[in-house]
Nanobody, 125 residues
Framework: QMQLAESGGGLVQAGSSLTLSCAVSGRPFSNVALGWFRQGPGKGREFVAAIRWRMNSTFYADSVKGRFTIARDNIKSTGYLHMNNLKPEDTAVYYC??????????????????WGQGTQVTVSS
């Protein structure tokens, strides 16, 4: 069973930057995809970004493309979401997740089988 723990959320002003971290642990370590999703107030869970663990292949939601960057450190078994020029509409609980496959389905939450507890990001105007 994979275990994931997000950190780095907080309250920031619009235009600020934050970096979220996702520490991954558990055996066996067979992750292929790392994804970030978010759920804003009164909204469903939406895709943010995903990265293929062993290669630098990425997907981004149109709403964050050019502002957010997904990354991973294989040595530290940690994923990251670098968020720049944050907007109030980015306010949400952010979740990281891992999945066993990499495809276009990696932009969908049902492609992931291990999830963190989430970290709150609040962006004020």
């Amino acid at each position: 069973q994979m275990q994931l723990a997000e950190s780095g959320g907080g309250l920031v002003q619009a235009g600020s930057s934050l970096t979220l971290s996702c520490a991954v642990s558990g055996r066996p370590f067979s992750n292929v995809a790392l994804g970030w999703f978010r759920q804003g107030p009164g909204k469903g869970r939406e895709f943010v970004a995903a990265i293929r663990w062993r290669m630098n292949s990425t997907f981004y939601a149109d709403s964050v493309k050019g502002r957010f960057t997904i990354a991973r450190d294989n040595i530290k078994s940690t994923g990251y979401l670098h968020m720049n020029n944050l907007k109030p509409e980015d306010t949400a609980v952010y979740y990281c997740a891992t999945g066993a496959t990499w495809s276009r389905r990696s932009t969908s939450s049902d492609a992931y089988d291990a999830w963190g507890q989430g970290t709150q990001v609040t962006v004020s105007s």
